[in-house]
């Protein structure tokens, strides 16, 4: 139980383009889930926390108009980069939070690269 | 605020080797802890967790113990194996929230 999709797991799109990426939680509902992005060997930074059917709360230094985030059903959310550019360029994880309201469930990634 | 320290990796050890890999906490309250697993290309794993002080999760051969007294959660197995070359990730938390360490790279040799 408690597995997390995410798609696709991997694009490469031009500069100025816009990508999204779907988190799904497959065999239960998330009222919450969360955006994550991982650097090279680094630890996972937090951009922002979804909600089912309101705004998302995004951390300081995440730009909302850059990552649009949308929570429209309680096993789907998705993350848009917007106008791409390289420096956009990262692994992107989601992760869903289970009815413990404590435990997040994480998707396999999505390695964007923005040429 | 709140944190999460790791030991710094690599950890490089051979196959059937004990393994502990440290991780202290910073935070107000009494926080969930947890260890998540990142295999190469791979999202995280929950590897264990534990809610409450002298709780222990394990799971995999994997055990770590809630310890208060020394805000401590360390991450020991007794004999690795190949197959657990990975990542480690220490996080504390609780609602709508988890702080991660940065995260310790083990490397098993045969």
């Known amino acids: 139980g408690a597995v997390v999709s995410q798609h696709p797991s991997r694009v490469i799109c031009k500069s100025g383009t816009s990508v999204k990426i779907e988190c799904r939680s497959l065999?239960?509902?998330?009222?919450?889930m969360f955006w994550y992005r991982q650097f090279p060997k680094k630890s996972l930074m937090l951009m922002a926390t979804s909600n089912e059917g309101s705004k998302a709360t995004y951390e300081q230094g995440v730009e909302k108009d850059k990552f649009l985030i949308n929570h429209a059903s309680l096993t789907l959310s998705t993350l848009t980069v917007t106008s791409a550019h390289p420096e956009d360029s990262s692994f992107y994880i989601c992760?869903?939070?289970?009815?413990?309201?404590?435990?997040?469930?994480f998707g396999p990634g999505t390695r964007l690269l923005v040429l | 605020g709140d944190s999460v320290t790791q030991m710094e990796g690599p950890v490089t050890l051979s196959e059937e080797a004990f393994l502990t890999i440290n991780c202290t906490y910073t935070a107000t309250g009494y926080p969930s802890l947890f260890w998540y697993v990142q295999y190469p290309g791979e999202g995280l794993q929950l590897l264990l967790k534990a809610t409450k002080a002298d709780d222990k999760g394990s799971n995999k051969g994997f055990e770590a113990t809630y310890r208060k007294e020394t805000t401590s959660f360390h991450l020991e197995k007794g004999s690795v194996q190949v197959s657990d070359s990975a990542v480690y990730f220490c996080a504390a938390g609780g609602y709508n929230k988890l702080i991660f360490g940065a995260g310790t790279r083990l490397a098993v040799h045969p």
């Open positions: 065999d239960f509902q998330a009222t919450t």
């Open positions: 992760s869903a939070e289970g009815q413990d309201q404590e435990t997040q469930y």
